[in-house]
Structures are given as structure tokens and as C-alpha cells.
């Protein structure tokens, strides 16, 4: 056997719990069982990393028994841990009412997972107001906006911004007890999220800002924006002053990178 092989098939009898047959010459049951147990804490732990508040909000037994029956499931396959839990929210949207007891956890990992994708995001250069200053109204039609790329755009089936914001700021190493925190109430709507310098940060959109963005990600250029506005305003005069409005408001958050 190369060294090669015996790599793979011990790594399978610590990750797939396959047989060891021959592999290990010797008792090294106990061995074997420790490493086994590392492997699933290990990424266990890196999942409540990356998932802080919704391992706040479970608790850490029913964080543990989530993070081991995902990890059954979607085993670890990136050579870093750090993107380990890429589909946990899909997971949790299936996974059943025994390791998932009210449906508004789903989007508490989607906007966790959304925030940590936002702060490991490239850099790239922000667009500022003087790229556009010099623009005639030829170039302002046919201008064609692009976001940065951490901009995160997350549908979300509950309003559990406020709920996150408690938990996130509550620490469990404090005497502090966990926060009270009611019900969140179904609400269909989308999330933003981003990096502005080293600090990531979100909030909840309107539709008619959630629909620019789409329009902006997909390359519309600025008059077809104004043409979605008029539509779903009814109003063509107010639509570029609206659309103007919510492109200051991106300049400043640093939503849009230079072209």
C-alpha cells in the first residue's frame, strides 16, 4: 500500500467511519475514536464561528446536534473550514422542527452567513461622485452601475433583524442573561449586506430600492433603472429624482465599485 493510499483511507475511517480492516496494525480502537470525535468538533466549532448568533439563539446542545447532522449530510470538502457550512441554511430549511423549532432561524443563518461572506469579500475600488460629475446625458442613459463585491442581497422570509441585532450584541460570557426576545413575524422581504472599510454592515430594503439593486446587479443601465421606477411608481416625472436619491445614498454607504 503507498503512503498515498494509506493517507485516504485513514482519513476516510475518520471522516466516513469506514472500515479500518488491516489498515492499523494493533489496538488503536481508542485512537481511532478520539480522532474521529476531534474531526466532527473541530468543524462543529468553526460552523458556531461562522454562525455565531444562530449558535446563540439555539443554545449549544441543539447548535451541536444541528452542526453534526449537517456535517453527516455535507461533509467538509474546502481546504478551509472557513467556508464549511455554505449550505447550512438549505440544510435547516428541510431538516425538521427536532433540530430546527421555529422556521425564522432559517434566515438568522442566511443573514449570518451573508455578513461573514460580506467582511471575507475581494476589495475594490468605490465609486465616488466625481467619476459621474463630468457625465453628459448621453452617458448618464447608457451608464451602467456595478456593485461592490461584497454586496450581499439575501431574501428573507421574517422580520428577524431586531432579534439578530439583541443577540449579536449580547455576549455569552457575560453574567447577563440572554436576551428576551419575541416571536419574528413572517415578512417577505431582502436583506443588504456589505463591507464599508473593515466594518461590515446591513439593513432591510424596500421593495422599490430591492428592485434597483437587482436591475443594477444584472448590468441595466441608469435609464432602463429609471424606466422600472416610473413603472412601479406610476409617476415617469418622479422616477429619476428617485433614482438619483437612492444612487447618493450608494455612493455614500460605498455600495458601488469604479467600472
Not at 409617476?235 to 455600495?255: S, Y
Amino acid at each position: 500500500m503507498t503512503t498515498i493510499e494509506l493517507q485516504r483511507r485513514l482519513a476516510a475511517a475518520i471522516r466516513d467511519d469506514a472500515d479500518v480492516g488491516e489498515l492499523l496494525a494493533g489496538d488503536f480502537t481508542t485512537g481511532l475514536a478520539v480522532y474521529r470525535h476531534a474531526y466532527r468538533a473541530r468543524l462543529v466549532a468553526a460552523l458556531a464561528d461562522n454562525y455565531t448568533v444562530l449558535a446563540r439563539a439555539l443554545g449549544d446542545a441543539a447548535f451541536d446536534a444541528l452542526g453534526r447532522a449537517y456535517l453527516a449530510t455535507q461533509p467538509s470538502r474546502h481546504p478551509s473550514i472557513r467556508w464549511f457550512g455554505h449550505a447550512l441554511a438549505d440544510f435547516m430549511a428541510v431538516a425538521g422542527d427536532s433540530l430546527v423549532p421555529h422556521a425564522s432561524l432559517v434566515d438568522v443563518a442566511r443573514m449570518d452567513w451573508a455578513l461573514r461572506g460580506a467582511f471575507d469579500a475581494a476589495d475594490a475600488p468605490p465609486l465616488d461622485a466625481a467619476t459621474l460629475a463630468g457625465l453628459d446625458p448621453d452617458g448618464w442613459a447608457g451608464l451602467v452601475l456595478q456593485l461592490q463585491p461584497s454586496v450581499q442581497r439575501v431574501p428573507l422570509a421574517h422580520a428577524i433583524e431586531p432579534a439578530w441585532r439583541a443577540l449579536r450584541e449580547w455576549e455569552p460570557e457575560s453574567a447577563e442573561d440572554p436576551p428576551g426576545l419575541p416571536e419574528p413575524l413572517p415578512h417577505e422581504h431582502v436583506l443588504l449586506a456589505w463591507r464599508q472599510g473593515l466594518e461590515t454592515r446591513w439593513r432591510s430594503l424596500e421593495p422599490l430600492e430591492a428592485a434597483l439593486l437587482d436591475a443594477v446587479a444584472v448590468g441595466q443601465p441608469f435609464a432602463r433603472l429609471c424606466e422600472r421606477v416610473a413603472e412601479q411608481l406610476g409617476d415617469a416625472e418622479a422616477a429619476a429624482p428617485a433614482v438619483v436619491a437612492a444612487l447618493q445614498r450608494w455612493l455614500a454607504e460605498g455600495l458601488l465599485r469604479q467600472p
